[in-house]
Structures are given as structure tokens and as C-alpha cells.
């Protein structure tokens, strides 16, 4: 198989992290540059010497260039803050280069929701428009087609893949919907902060942004597409102390009293083009390890008779499926390769 | 302080060795004995080493015997399973021993709902009548002058006291509330199960018995109570990577426009007389950390004004307010002590 | 590639599980079958929902039939207790299969030694006799010719790796030396006992089998091999709150004011046909997550000049390089394929 | 019991939220002031909202002003990073406080290995003369009499209280000792660094400073003293993905075919005023969580009968015994208080 040449713009947070650990074994892609602004003149190996006697391990970190680095690489992968992105985004596309990004910068896309929910205005507008939202099951041929492409953040990727067929199936209603989620604490970045030390995190759980978190407007976004409503969604989010990982608990109101069986078929039928979203049969509920380090996106299904209520269990990993494994799939719609493409790792568990 | 002495019936589990480490330095009560039928002949510290060196360590653990028992001691905590607690009770009641029965045999008032949720008939049944509920900040004055009281179950301790006073002022609807609760691991005991296994549990989380655990009709007793209407709770358990404590996210919708420091004060107001419900101030949610080893409940309000939710989170530590600590603080309030009579310590923390 | 058929003999444990996951996406072999006394009759996926919607997912596990399965599969994982492993092993061979034995059935050379060390007589001296020990970077010749691969433990795999080239080329005594390693807790296996439950293992550390540990007479069998020496070592295995990995803290006299950079030098050399064993550069001390995984033995090296000492610190992942990932390996040499042939995986981190 | 004021001066770290735990609940001393140059002018429970509703949770944090403190406190809890607490201890003393240094400066009696080891000159060497070492076991006398105490390391607590009795008995040689120890991660502190972040320290295991670690002076100080040797030690650390608990493996050569059982009484000998001390009987080895949030050091041993090496296993609470319980304990001797005042509670298990 001839190569693809692809870069890794960012590579000192998790996502670049993971991106690397992907890429390395991958049939269909060659790390052709990686960057970092406060790591340039490094070797990867020198950063990670958990790469050492990889094949990626000798890489040299350079300083991001766009123009050198779209003269090697037909896709850059962007692992970058939200508000850096935009620009590094549009430079990369301006170089011919195509685009995967993983912040959250091109996924919204109402501009104003993004002044609301980021703090800052939008200064990449344009680009915006010709942004594809990055999840394979529901945008497959745009994101083949697409120079750019939003990809998912983690906690949506949770969520909408749980909700999404049945809105759009109307199985249940689209108001009054929960999603409590519980993700790793990779989740919350490799930046150094007190409140995700070890010793702040370890044996104990916690809430946080209740109501608030920035990753909403993106669920509301692309269930609503799904309903043809416009949804409000509570979202709940939590710390795990765990790695990896995002279970996702989903509250929906039944439509009609709908076999759960009835669901899972519908569900089935959904996503039968999907190599990775397993639907867990009767009495089987998802575990974050049964996904660790894959696509995997595991939905289990419990109909509460006493309250009526359908809950929908949903797992995935937050660093690959939520996010830079979901990147490379996308890279490979974009490459017209096979969706799975050097994803199909079994889960390591334990 | 002339101390009483009481009885720590099974003790190889986690809430018998919670009991004993409270009670090892409670100023006001004595481990008269300590029985167990798998251990008796064994010094307690051989059993847990942990308690070497400790004013409890050299006791020896004898056979149950409701007999010898009653004669040295006035309270008896039993903490053995359900099913074999209703027997024992009732031995030790007839002895002339008052009774703190940790598991859930006396805690259903329905002896219907008993046989339904635990599938097996309440031989018990005239017990079950003089029972009291043994929540203090509900039960203060029944609890006192009970001489058998049933022990809240660890989940049950977080929702209710998260709910109560809501539900009793009318502040939100009694209808369609969700508890999303989250456990510690030792809430599943000490016997050895595959799925319990370090390895099963670690850098993982699970949900379980959706919609259908144990504890839901004890939650459900107790805030109809409050509400004066016959509730339906969806509770929603899961597991989480951690030794002790719960977190419960509850849901409930608000009846009007209150504001959120309005509930607060409405719920400061309930628990004025509690040492150990702490209502948090705006923008700061609980962490199980928080109460780690402690009687504390911690709640956290957050109105969601999108949705119109107002979201409820409670903490405690699982097995000493759940469970062992609650027993003492019964106990305490049997015997005449104040309350928090040697269940004042601050959280470990970290 | 042309896949040979290999058969799983014993599923429910780790070390089966990782086997599973490994050869899933192997592209030299194919599972042929998966055998299990407990579990035939059930689909693996049923038995790990992890493996659903895999290439081994609908694999129907059956009872082992050394019959049936040699007909069908030229090579046999054992991964079943010792003990139990001896009188399959010798079943599988006499139907001609070749075999990799996870078990210590054939690990210690002198059935004397087996006896005194597990408690029970060799009755399989026979075939004892032509058991090859299989760590490829020393036997690596023999490995492809045997029909009896002994597959090293986890601890040995560490502790071996970290000495025997010092100890062959004579860098540093074959006295005194001592091994503190530390294990997750994978390391103990998946039967359910108290010991290993989460509760008991998180959030502590402890030692055990000091002096005493079973894997003791292998190392000291390989090591006296490479130092031409009769070699008591000092071993103590300690339990780490984490699911993989071992670290192995060596601590020997060098022979002579031998630098640092010489010895790394000589280690590089010894292992220059290993893709897997990796020598820390100058500073840098390997960390188990670096392996996660994957069939890496890291060494970090570190003079310690106030006491003379030289500190040799050895990471694996145990469930891989210390024991199904190395059958694999070992298995890619008696199929004249390349040692890594689909054990080339980044670590996943974090 | 009328109650001494004392301050802690330093809040923001680990030590001094563990001093705030322990104090808070103390019958002996009442919390005078509290003062911290980052949080001056915030209440406690500000800080810490696990310290609401404590009796110390409204204490307001003040600037540290030496004066002003020594005028309602008779004892400073020095809780502030070494280099900093000798000029703060040297104006408490001025001021007529008596002082507990938690940090580094006056542990080490020989300024120039203070500069050797922490880079930078000892400015109060006239202090340095009349500091005391704060390990009551060995200094229980001068302790009681100190005006400044230099409260011990976290690992020189844990290694000195498993080999001075044996070093100064003279049951094995001063020479080539090893302590190869494990911390829990609170250890290193709470100032956020990448390093100790969540996901670079859970579910891994790694070792750091060998060879090199800042308490090794400490050590070899106060263990040539027992032996009247000048020893050289080698002292490794790990970091173990845990809150608290430090675990050391000591390896010494016996001098003789002493019997263990005579080595463990010759402890308990040695031992036998300290209430914390606790020797464990034959075929128990200690596990951190044994000793989680006390005082006690917990000490097992074996005699590795094929290499000869006695083995000596010592567990602590890195910041109870190994910092701020153990500096309540100085305090307690200095105010002629029983040692175990406020520090009896049994651990906090599981």
C-alpha cells in the first residue's frame, strides 16, 4: 500500500499523544512531520520515551510551518488549543493541505454559539461554512469529500451516538432528555493544574460544570438535526478516577411502550455500516475497559418499566473514539480507504 | 463518662470494621463483644491486622450467642446479611438487647414490597412493626426511644437527605425524578467475586441493576413520606474506581421560578439541627473526598436555567454515614449522648 | 500471509484473555480454537462482551478435546494452572501439536527443584526433558525448533532480562544481587479471592512472599546459566494498585569501576536483535505505562557512586511481554516468522 | 483540659491540611492562627470545603506575621518549603514561639551536607545548633525540652524506625544496606506539574531520584549515630499510584544466625514505650493501608534463609507519621502532654 504522508500539528497534549500511538503502526499513513512550538529541535522519543524503538520514535518535533509542512503531507491533523486553531487551521488549508481538527473550533456551526459558549469571536468564518462534522456513522460521504473536518469532542461523540437514531427514528421525545456523563480524567488535559493531580483526583468522584459545559451546544446541535427539533439537553458531566474512558448515562422519555428488543433492532439497523458500534443484548450493560484504546462505541439499553423511562448506556474511549482515533478515521474517508483502517485493535483489558 | 457497652455482630465485612474503628475510640461506648461465626477463637487483630496495637485489638471474637451477649451488652449492631439479620433481631430484641440491624430486613415498613425487591417472605413480621427508620435528621425523637432500629441503606442515606426537604416544602414535583448515583467499590462487600477483583474494577466504570436495585422502594418509602404522594423513583447505580464514598446527581423539576439560594436556605433550615448536612454555597459542588471517613452529607445545587432542571448532588462517604457511622450516631441518640458524640473527625483527605 | 490455525487451551483468565486479544488482529494466525472446561458451549463473546463485533467475537468455545484440537491447529496456547499443564501438554504433543506452555510446568530444568518449589512430583519428565525456555532473546534458535515451548513468568521475563547480559559478559558479581520488583495485580490472576478484591488492593502497597516466591529457582536457574555460577538471588514481589506492568529494582556489585555508558553500551550490544528490549539513555528510569501493552523490557541504569552499587531498573507489561504477548512470540519463531510479526503495537498511554 | 494556641503557618500543602485534620479535633490545643502569603484573608473552608462546618472551618487565613502570631500561640507549625522556613522559624523563635519545622532546614546537624544536598547555604546555623530531631522514638527527652524542632522526613521516618534498633543492638552490619522504598504520590506535594498529574501517575509505577534523593542524609545522619559508623545507604524511591502510605524494603546482612523471632523481640524491647511501634508477628508483612491516616510504623520481618539477608518491611502514613502527626506528637512532648494525645484513631480502612 502506498502511503500517505500526514502531519501531527500539536503533538505535547493527550490527543497528540494518542495521534502518534495510532499513526505509528497504521497500513495507510506515514508520519511525515510533527510539531510543537515548545518542543521543536526534540526527537519524539526524547518527549515520549515511551516512542523509543518505535518506528516513530526518531521523528524530529519542528516548529509548525504550514507551508513546509503542506509541501510533505496531504493531511494535518490538528491537536491545538480552541482559538489557536482557527487560524493554524485556515493557514494549513491555504497551503492545499486538508484538514482534521480536533478542537473545538470549527464544530459549531452557528458562529454566534460559538462567541456564546468559547468567550471569543469566530474569525475564521468562512472556512467554517465548508467544515464537516466528523463522525463517520452519521457524515461518512461529506467527510470523504471534505478539506476540512470538525472532528467530534468526547463527550458528544458519547452522547450523540447514543441519541441519534432515536431522534431521528422518533423512538422517544426530544425534550426533557439527560445525559449524565463520567469521563477520565485524560479528558481534562495534560496541562498542569492542581485540581487534576493525582492526589486530587485518586479515590475520590466528583461533578463539575453542571449545566454549563461547553461541549452542550455541540450535542444540541446535531440532535437537533437528528429531531428536526430544536433540543435543549441537560448535561451533566463528571470525574472519573480513571484514564481513559467516557460512559455516558442517557435518560429519554419512550414515545410509545416500544419493546426494548424493537429499540435494539432499530438501533442495529442504524448502524450496520458501522465496524464499531456494538448494541449489548438483554441484561448486558457497557464497561469504559470493554472499549480502552479502540473505536468501540458500546450501547446498552434498560427500559425501566416502573418509570417508563428508556436509559441508554453508551462507552466509548475519550482519546480514541472521543477523539484522535476518530481523527484517523476520518483521515481515512478522506484517503478512500476503509473506515477501519488500522483501527481494529481489541480493547486491552484488563 | 460512664461508657455502655455494646455488641458488634459480624464483623469479617467492611461495615463490621468500620463499626470497629469508630467505636475503638468512641468516648462513650465500650466493644463489649465481638461475634462472628467463621472467626470466633481468633483475636480480632489477627483477623485485622490493622488493628494491632489498638484498644480493640486483643478482644476475642466469640460464636453469637444472643444470651451471653445481652447480658454484657445493651446495643447490639448486627452486620450480617439480610435475611439472616431478621432472626438474630429478633433474638437479641427478646434477650432484652436494643438492636441496630445494618442490613436491609427492618427497613421496608411493607412486608409485601420486602418479599418482592428481596424475593424471599419476612419472618418478622411483628419486628418489623416497632421499627424505626434510622435517618436522624428525619427520625431524631423514634430513633431515641426505639429499641430496634433499621439501619438506612448506604444509597438510600445519600438520595433521601439529597431530597427530603424539597419534596416535604414543595419545591419541586414529586414526579419524574432520577437519581444518578455513583458508589465506591466497598458498598459491594467483602466476598470474593470475580467482578469485584481489582482488575475488574481499576481504571474502569460501570453502571448496574438500572432501574431495578435493592435500594429503590427504600428510597421510595421514605420520600413518599415527604411527599404525600406514592413516588416512582428511576435510580441508577453505578460503579466507580474508589474505595469509599457516593455521589448521587439528582434531577428534580421545580415547581415556579424559585431561586436558588432560596432552596438553600430552605434546606439550611431543615437540617439546622444537623451537625453533619452541609449545604454548599454557589458554584461549589461536593466531592466524595470531601466526607471521606466522615458523617457529613455534602449537597450542591445547580439551577440548569436551559432546561429548567434543578440538579441536586450529595455526597457521603458510603460506609460511615451509609452505613457504620450511622449505626453509631443511632446508637448515640439511644443511649442520650449528643449526636455527633465521637463522630466529629475531618474528612482524610487526600 | 498463509495463517496457521492455533488453538487457545484455557480462556477465563488473564493470560488467556490477552492471548485472545493479541492473536485477534494477528496477521500469521488464525484462532482456530478456544477451549475452556467451565465455559464450553458459550460464544467468547459472551463470555468478554469486550470482544463483540471482533474477528473472534463469535468463536463457540468448546471442551478440550486434544484430538480434535490437534487436527485443526498446529500450535497450542496453554494458558491453564500448573499442575494441570503438564499432563495437556504431553496430550497436545503426543497428537502433534507443537505447544507454548504459559503454565511452570516445564520451566524448572531439574523436576527436583519443581517438586520442592510447587509442591508436587514432575510427572512428565519425559517430555520435561525437550522443554525449550522461552525467552527468544536467548534461546531464540531453540525456540523455532522445539515442540515444548516453556513460556517464561512474568517476574522472571523482568529480572533475567535486566541481568543476564551483566552477568554473561561479567560486568558486575554473581553474588548479593537482589530483586525488588513490583507487580500489578493482574500478576495474581482472576480468581475471585478476597486478597485481590479492588477494596483491598487500592489506594495500599504491600510485600509478600518475600524470599519464598515461586518464580525464585527460575530466575536463578537462567541467571547461574549466564554467570556459569550456582546463583541464589534475593527476590521480593511486591503488589501494586494497578492493573499491568512490573518494575524490577536490581541491585548488584559491579566488578569494577566500569562506567556507566560501557555497561549501557554492552547491554545494547547483547540485545542488538531484540526489537523490544530498549537501554534508557543517561537520566532516564522506565516507568510500566512506557510498556503498557506491548512486548517492551525497558532498562534504566544508575550508577550509584557513594555505595558502589549499580541499579538496574526493568519494566514489562506482565500479561504481555510477560506472558501471552511472549507465546505469541515465541510461536512467530516456530512458524518462521519475524519474532514481532503482530506484536509491533505502540504502548497505550495513559 | 485547657488547650494550648498554636498556629500553622503554611496551609496550602498537604502537610498543612493534614495538620488542620489532626488539630482540629485535638483536646489539647486550639488553633490560633492560620496563615498563608497566597490565601490571606480567606476563611479555611474557602480553601478547603471539606473543612466546613469543622470547628475549623470559619478560622480565617492571615498574612504570616511573626509577631502578631507569637502573641496568642505558644507553638508554630512550620509548614513551608525548605530555604524558606529557617528565616520564618529564626523570627517565630525571635518572637519566643517554640517552632516544629515540617520542612528540611534543620534536620541535617552539619551545614555544609545542607548545602551539599539542597544547593544553597544554611542561613541560621545558630538555630541549626539547638535544633532537636523530632523522632520521639529516639529523642523523647530532648524533644519535651526543644524550643525547635526539626520534624523528620517522610522516608528517613519510615527507614530510621525499621533498622536503628538492629543497627544500634548490633544484630547485623552497618554495610551495604538497602532501603528500596514506595511512596503514595501525596509525597511529592501539591503544586501542580505535569509530572503528578492524574494520568501520568495512575496505573503505572515507576522509580525516581536513585541513588540521589534529598533524604538520604537524613538517614545516614541519624542511623550512623545508632551504629557509631560512619554509614553509606543505598536509598531508592518509587512512586506508587496511591494517596498516602509509604512502604520500605530494607535488606541487611545478619551478623549472626540470630533467630527472628529473637530480632522481632529485641523491637518490641526497643520499642516498648511507643504506642505506635508495632511489631508483626510471624508470616504478616504490613501493608500501607494498615497504618492509613495514624501514627503507627508497622514492622515486619523475614529472614531470607538462602541468602542469609534479613529482610525488615516498614510501613507508614507519609503525611501523618511522616509529617504533620508526627509534628503533633513533638507537640504533644513539648507541652507535656501524653505522646498519643489526639492521635489514637485506628486507620481508615479500606
Redesign the interface.
Known sequence: MQKKNVAVVGVTG?TG?EL??IL??HPGFEIGAVTSRSEAGRALQEL???????R?GSIAVTFPDPELVARDCEIVFLAVPHGAAMDMAAAFLDQGSRVVDLSADFRLRDPGEYATWYGLEHGRQERLKEAVYGLPEIYREQIAAANLVANPGCYPSSVILALYPGLKKELFHAE?I?A?S?S???GAG?????G?????????????S??SHRH?PEMEQELSLASGRDM???F?P?L??????I?S?C?VDLRSSIQTEEIRKAYREFYKDS??V?I?PEG??????????TM?C?L?F??????G?L?I?SCIDNLCRGASGQAVANANLMSGYDLDLGL???????
Open positions: 493527550y499523544m502518534i500511538r505509528n503502526v515520549f520515551p515511551a516512542m523509543q524503538g518505535t516513530s426533557g439527560i449524565d463520567k477520565g480524567t485524560s495534560r496541562v498542569a493544574k492542581t487534576t493531580l493525582f492526589c486530587e483526583v485518586a479515590d475520590s468522584f466528583r461533578a463539575y453542571l449545566g452542550t435543549r439537553l441537560s451533566s463528571h472519573v478516577p480513571m484514564n481513559r474512558g460512559l448515562t435518560y465496524p464499531w456494538r449489548m448486558v450493560l457497557p464497561e469504559t475497559r470493554w472499549v480502552r484504546g468501540f458500546d446498552g434498560v427500559h425501566d418499566q416502573r418509570t423511562r436509559i448506556v481494529d485493535a481489541a480493547p486491552l483489558m484488563p
